[in-house]
């Protein structure tokens, strides 16, 4: 089967209208969707299917036993299919059974189109990826003040003092970070501090918008505005008005938007699309990235000007992995507020757990740290969480071990730290031969990666046939 071929979709679903939305959703985000109203019919259907499936989606409208069986009933049948829960239930209870019962992630209505596919993607990832654990809804988040922000590592710290300081002015608050640090948990604790604390806190994900509904959104539109528009819209900024508007991922806006964003914070007026007359607003703006702006602009992908305007008071912060000594009072912290989601006592980890934890590097941050907490007392039937409860996180070390040991066995060569640059000038004075030149870069190159040719040959932009000639032409030897 190619895999290459468009990813597939049970979607198990007895409301046919339901179905009809969910499917032209998926369908229009690249998902090939098969129907099926019950779990019978998924099954028979499974079995005659010609084609993959990648994820099946179940649609529960009871929270009763009988709801939470037709998941086991199918994780049982087939075991290797990841499930995805899609209730109006809002309940822990039911989303804590459901998960038990097998479902991979459960996402309450109503919800929006990017969180159900986003869902959907992370079922669904390849099975190599199995160490990135799949995300679970953190639909009972709990809103934090700067005193109930946990950490002590100093660059934490700083970041935090930091956006306190701000919190009180009205400055423009921009928080750089990688994706799962906690950025929108700093945004809602100093909307919490500031002087806009009465008015709304609105959070716009730049990412999730399509490009051409992204002016209708921020900045609304008249009645007739364009074709279907059939009614007056109000955008997020008029609905920030006397509030804060949190812009997350905020490098993703356009050219155009950008340009209409720096109008707005240059005069305080948005023009809704189509308005004869402009409305002046009174909003707080705090934007978040996950990458550096700063690098955005040098590369000439964002309006130096409205970074500037954005970056009244930057804010970084830092990686999970750089605040390591943090990660035990993370810990208690998370499965303290877990506890009072699944309406328990808190959980303890035991010390081997710990060290589990703290030997991982957390590519997804704080947000992983909690969803593989939560999946972990979700599953465990004690009160204290063991090694043996973090079986993902075991596999990815050992995966990562394993490709440190086969590393290991490469021949010893030259390391960055050994050839630290490549001089052009000669102890003459004059500029070397670029014979010479270039063959002290391939040595560095084929030293700092550690001899993975391939590799050389990529960060070089050269082709491989072409390193191969040249390590000749040099006289450059090369192990293996």
């Known amino acids: ?50 084609h993959r499936l990648d994820v099946a989606l179940i649609d529960i409208w009871s929270p009763g036993d009988e709801a939470v069986r037709s998941v086991a009933d199918l994780r049982k049948r087939f075991t290797e299919l990841p499930i995805v829960v899609v209730t109006a239930q809002d309940s822990v209870d039911l989303a804590v059974r459901a998960i038990r019962a097998g479902a991979r992630d459960v996402v309450i209505k109503p919800v929006a189109a990017s969180r159900l596919l986003a869902a959907l993607d992370n ?29 002590s590592a100093p660059n934490f710290r700083r970041a935090v003092d930091t956006a306190m300081r701000a919190a009180a002015t009205t400055a423009t608050i921009l928080i750089e970070g990688e994706s799962g640090v906690g950025k929108d948990v700093l945004a809602h604790a100093i909307h919490r501090a500031s002087q806009q604390a009465n008015g709304p806190l609105i959070t716009v994900n730049c990412g999730a918008i399509p490009a051409n509904l992204v002016e209708s959104e921020l900045f609304g539109h008249e009645q007739g505005a364009f074709a279907g ?40 007026e948005i023009w809704p699309i189509g308005a004869v007359a402009a409305r002046r607003i009174s909003v707080r703006i705090i934007a978040a990235t996950n990458r550096r702006l700063s690098d955005e602009v040098a590369r000439g992908r964002f309006r130096e000007d409205l970074f500037y305007r954005l970056a009244v008071v930057p804010v970084a912060l830092p990686p ?42 957390w590519p997804g941050n704080m947000r992983q740290l909690h969803n593989v907490l939560f999946r972990a007392a979700i599953h465990c039937r004690g009160d ?8 993902q996180i075991a596999e990815a070390l050992t995966r990562r071990d394993t490709k440190a040991a086969a590393n290991d066995d490469l021949p010893t060569l030259p390391t960055a730290s050994q050839i630290r640059s490549v001089p052009l000038f000669g102890p003459d004075g004059h500029v070397r031969p670029m014979e010479e030149i270039e063959a002290e870069l391939i040595r560095l190159a084929i030293g700092h990666y550690r001899g993975r040719m391939t590799e050389v040959a990529r960060r070089l932009q050269i082709g491989r046939s ?9 006289g450059i030897e090369q192990a293996g």
């Open 1 to 50: 089967m190619r895999r290459d071929s468009p990813r597939g979709l049970l979607l198990i679903d007895s409301e046919p209208a339901q179905a009809g939305l969910i499917s032209a959703l998926a369908q229009r985000a690249g998902w090939r969707v098969l129907k099926a109203p019950d779990i019978d019919s998924a099954a028979a259907l499974i079995c005659s299917c010609e």
């Open 320 to 361: 999970l992995r750089q605040r390591s000594a943090d990660l035990e009072a993370l810990s208690d912290h998370l499965l303290r507020r877990i506890g009072d989601q699944l309406g328990v006592p808190p959980f303890g980890i035991e010390d081997a757990a710990l060290t589990l934890l703290k030997s991982y590097e």
């Open 466 to 474: 072409t390193l191969y000639r040249k390590l000749g032409e040099l």
């Open 229 to 268: 528009a059939f009614e007056r819209r109000l955008g997020m900024f008029a609905h920030a008005d006397g509030g804060t508007l949190f812009l997350d991922e905020i490098g993703n806006l356009s050219a155009d938007t950008q340009a209409k964003l720096l109008r707005v914070l240059q005069t305080g």
């Open 123 to 151: 079922a669904g990832a390849a099975p190599g990826m199995s160490g990135e654990l799949r995300p679970l809804a953190e639909k009972w988040a709990v809103e934090l003040d700067f005193a109930d922000l946990v950490g």
């Open 384 to 391: 204290q969480l063991t090694a043996a409860d973090f079986p």
